[in-house]
């Protein structure tokens, strides 16, 4: 069988750096590792990834944990954590827990004490206590997208102070009938985005002085069709009808257009509508919106990640990084209509 | 340190079904997994996956090479084959080659011979025989989605016949004035279904004996806002303006009737749509579409790697998989309005 010292022989250089090149791992400058890989291919030699490993204690590997990737916020965050690993070195190995329950708990008990990963990355989960206990066990460094993870770094936007913002616009331009388009109650299990954007819109009317009706009051899956069919039954609804919609996602609140559209509402005449995400189909449709960048958000859980590989004795030093957001008014949203025409 | 003898001992079970237990690895029953995993959560035991797969010569792990997880058709596949990896104890490690050429480069070269994966599905990607040969030579099962990918097992729809399906829909409605929006010619590299489909509307119009016109061709990115752009400027000619539009992802057809409620076409009246995929918005605009299933064509991938893994010594007898695909009238496809009303 070929060995590396074989390819090292071919190549010219030493073992380290065939070992180097092939993993991955450390400096090695690029004409080394190109004689290394033509001599690799050569002798048709397949390095034994478990043999290096077991001998680096290292996999090279982060585990990311995702509620699904069909949807645009985790599938930006995991093009962009794929893209930031692959330039480090490293494998992505991917836990996505849409399937429900049983996945859920396999990942969380069986598959991560495999211990095939050096960290894990975990996407907009919101464990319960015992869910968190299973994964500080797995005993490795944890950067949480979409925070709080008690014990953990972790990245996240304030979901309370951006849905203030966002209902504080409307309440600028003169709109007093302002509705809230939510996540799902049942929801808050996975994504602990919801309670946080429902509590900053409900604080910023108080403060406005306006008080909520009830039917300005929907929760939705965060989708374009989830948006849609609440804004359908709310807007359709003949009594207290709303002139602003505040949607908790950009995909919401475009579902709100179009279903807007469809009832003869123009936007922004009839209705105002804003989202947050910075979807890139805010464009398409003129939504005004709380852009969050997912792929700075990705980019910056792998390199926080990198340093803990580095350097994990930190453990007391737990970061929780607030992490940028924008807002981009677009032709969603404009003063109530009695205001521009009274 | 615990070894797997002390979970054994406490548990009550051979190291064997621990072993079981702990990898996901053959038959065990719900009990035994329950005592072992007890057993080991009390002991602090972590198994060491380097070990336990240098003494089985596989990884339970399947590398997925994507272009990029945030388009639908992809996420779907990665959600579904997540899944019955997840189902059948096996990890997925995510290759996604959506930043380019560099990336693809080292994941074909460098990262797939790292032997971390015991087989590798690729969806969607047009290889070059030098990326064939690389991939190849990992001497790992390969199962490819949306081929071909001579030499491995492939599982793709028809692309031609669906695209010359869903022209002749438009043919039988009446329509001559038929544009077709499909993929930009350099992305055949990544996607090879644009070919296939812009011969099937190039046949299906042939034989209606319709001469087709330079300005009812359009090429744009598979996505909402791609097919918004592309079919803005089309429908905005005022010559020769089609009556139907073929989009060749459902995402560009949405994109398109976004684009004529904008110029104030009515779908279907002034224009019909029909699109490729089964998309979960189709509902929401009332599209037609030839729905292809991914979250099928991802399961029944993970089922045939699970057979080459348990026996690859078949190479000779690669199976092509014609996968189902089904179309779905709705309401954005009618005859053409001079014979409606006429």
Known sequence: MVGIKDVAALAGVSTATVSRALNGNGQVSERARLKVLEAAKHLDFVPSFSASSLASGRNRNVGVVVPSVNRWYFSQIVDSVAASLLDAGYDLTLYNLSEGAEHRDRVLSEFLLRQRCDGVISVSLQLSKTELG??????????????????????????FSIAQLATEHLVGLGHRRIAYIGGPEDAAKDFNISEGRRRGYEVAMEQAGIKIVPSWLAYAPFTIAGGYASAKQMLGYPRNRPTAVFCASDEMAIGTIVAARELGLR??????????DGHDLGEVFGLTTIAQFPELQGAHAVERMLELL??????????????????????????????LHG
Chains 1, 2 share one sequence.
């Open 134 to 159: 299973q994964l500080l066990a797995v005993g490795k460094p944890i950067v949480g997208i979409g925070g709080p993870l008690p014990g953990a770094d972790t990245i996240s936007v304030n979901e």
């Open 267 to 276: 936007v922004p005449d009839a209705l105002s509508v804003i989202g947050i």
């Open 310 to 339: 580095v350097d994990d004795d930190d453990a007391d030093a737990r970061t929780n990084h607030t992490a940028h957001t924008e807002m981009i008014i677009r032709s969603s949203t404009s003063a109530p209509t009695d205001q």
